[in-house]
Structure formats: structure tokens, C-alpha cells
């Protein structure tokens, strides 16, 4: 399995909506797909898990949608903590693949 | 409050061993998974595989598989990665995170940078 992320950088100024694609190699079930964001120097944090669910203490201006071999996450309005990589997941099964990452740069 | 806390920095020399540590605390050790990722300088996350603390079974990616050796101690709710012999390539940062059975990683340790350099 390979999960592609697109564009690899993404530059924009707060306020703004970012729209980052994650495609992956082969379908894969939605119940097992997630974005995690990684800001420099701290730990990944998760954002989203089966593809649409946001995790515990995430603002609802992170939305995630998508099934099959196709998944978004889109944040409707770029506040300025938000300039961070974001990575896509898929965790089907004992295997874990994580995307390359988009990094979001302010413009 | 679930919180996992990983060991120091460590710098070791090419062909010597490690072992780093994850302390977990806020929940139940024994009945989730523990995965460990790896991240080189400047690079993306790599999952090395998974161990369930209650009965030490493991489970490690291919590009892991005899490189290091996952285990846990349900005793003081710490998981570790050790490695027998160290290489250059393995300097990077490593994270071990829970995985609820089957979903994404929720909870994350702040990480360990492992340098690798003689």
C-alpha cells in the first residue's frame, strides 16, 4: 500500500481554506483511515480517525471526508496554530502506512 | 489523564546497544496497543510495529523485522525498544503512541532522539 499526499506544500495566509488530498495505491476500508498533524520539535497528534471522525478536543473547522482510495481533510479557515505537516493513515490490520506529509506554510 | 512519557535523548556509538523506554500512566497497560514509529531528521513517520503489553505478543513492519526487539513490563506499565546493535542509519527520533485495538494512534509520547555517531 502507498498513500500519496498532495500537494507536498501548501502555502496560504489565516483565514484561508486548505484542501490537502491523501490517494492511496489500492481501496481501502474508511473505518481505518486518519490524519494526524506534527508541528516542529513535538509528537504527531491525531486529528481525525475512520476518515470523518474528529478526535477528542479537535476544532470542527477540521473536517475529514473520503472512501476508497481517495480521503480529504480540509480546514475551513487557517487559524494560525494550524501551520504545521499534516500526515494521512491508513491502519487496517497490523501494518501502518503514514503519506509523505503536506506541510501547510504561511504565505 | 492518559500520558505517555519516553526516556532521554541518547547518544551512542555505531555497534553498540540501546534500550529506550515508554511509561504509561491514566489507563490500563495491559489492554491496548503500543506502537513505535520512527522519524529520521527531516523526514516522515515510519510505524515499526506494535506490542500488546498484556501478553507481550508483538508484531513488527518488514523493514523492522530483526532490527529491534519490542517488549513490555506490565509491572511498572513501561514498553521499550532496544536494539542489539546500532547503526548510523538509525539516528532519528523515535515515538511510541497507543493504539486503541484496531484504530488510529491516539495518545503520543514526546518522543526520543536517538544519535547514532562515532
Known amino acids: 500500500l502507498v498513500l500519496t499526499q498532495s500537494p507536498g506544500t501548501l502555502s496560504l495566509s489565516p483565514g484561508e481554506r486548505a484542501t490537502l488530498l491523501c490517494r492511496a495505491s489500492?481501496?481501502?476500508?474508511?473505518?481505518?483511515f486518519g490524519w494526524y498533524q506534527q508541528k516542529p520539535g513535538q509528537a504527531p497528534r491525531l486529528l481525525i480517525y475512520s476518515a470523518s471522525y474528529r478526535a477528542p478536543g479537535i476544532p470542527d473547522r477540521f473536517i475529514g471526508t473520503g472512501s476508497g482510495t481517495d480521503y480529504t481533510l480540509t480546514i475551513s479557515s487557517l487559524e494560525p496554530e494550524d501551520f504545521a505537516v499534516y500526515y494521512c493513515?491508513?491502519?487496517?490490520?497490523?501494518?501502518?502506512?503514514f503519506g509523505p506529509g503536506t506541510k501547510v506554510e504561511i504565505k | 489523564e492518559v500520558q505517555l512519557v519516553q526516556s532521554g535523548a541518547e547518544v551512542r556509538k555505531p555497534g553498540e546497544s540501546l534500550k529506550i523506554s515508554c511509561t504509561t500512566s491514566g489507563y490500563s497497560f495491559a489492554d491496548y496497543w503500543i506502537v513505535w514509529v520512527r522519524q529520521m531528521p527531516g523526514k516522515g513517520l515510519e510505524s515499526m510495529g506494535v506490542?500488546?503489553?498484556?501478553?507481550?505478543?508483538?508484531r513488527y513492519s518488514p523493514a523492522f523485522q530483526d532490527q529491534v526487539t519490542f517488549s513490555a513490563d506490565t509491572s511498572i506499565n513501561t514498553a521499550y525498544l532496544h536494539w542489539n546493535t546500532l547503526r548510523a542509519s538509525d539516528t532519528a527520533t523515535y515515538y511510541c503512541?497507543?493504539?486503541?485495538?484496531?484504530?488510529?494512534?491516539?495518545?503520543w509520547g514526546q518522543g526520543t532522539l536517538v544519535t547514532v555517531s562515532s
Open positions: 503512541a497507543r493504539q486503541p485495538g484496531g484504530d488510529a494512534f491516539d495518545f
Open positions: 506490542i500488546w503489553p498484556g501478553d507481550s505478543e508483538t
Open positions: 489500492q481501496r481501502l476500508g474508511s473505518g481505518y
Open positions: 493513515q491508513h491502519y487496517g490490520g497490523s501494518q501502518f502506512t
